[in-house]
DNA sequence: ACCGTGACTCTGC
DNA sequence: TGCAGAGCCACGG
């Protein structure tokens, strides 16, 4: 098999696997980290194609603002927050969250 | 190969 | 603070 659309959606699971509870990460970040620099567009798609019953931290991946741009669909914007909360990650307001506080960086 | 689309991001008003 | 435009990458028709 030469072409495995699979094979960046791997390298983007990958890489949000290995964010820690209680912090989260960008979808800039999340591509930079996978290889693909400024492909932040492409980790949405790698998500959006992700099944209900992932095992998958998706709701630890937000956009730069700190902000939950997952489309309604059927509650995963509200899951999404119930996730990060019982996190211990806390929200201002219905903004989202403090990047400051809670971005994670490989290091 | 061309064009439109999207769970994005940055800059400007 | 919020909205609009343009740039960005990869995919599907």
Redesign the pocket.
Known sequence: MTTK?N???QRIWQVIMLIPPGKVS??????CMAG??????????A????PEDTLLP??R?????G?????G?SG?RTE?RTRLESEGIQFRSD?GVSLRKYRWRPG
Do not use: C, E, K, S
């Open positions: 659309h094979d960046l959606d960008t979808y800039g970040d999340v591509a693909l620099p400024g492909a932040a567009r492409r980790v949405g798609r998500l959006r194609g992700l998706w709701h991946v937000v956009n730069a603002q902000r939950i741009v997952v489309p669909g995963a999404q903004l």
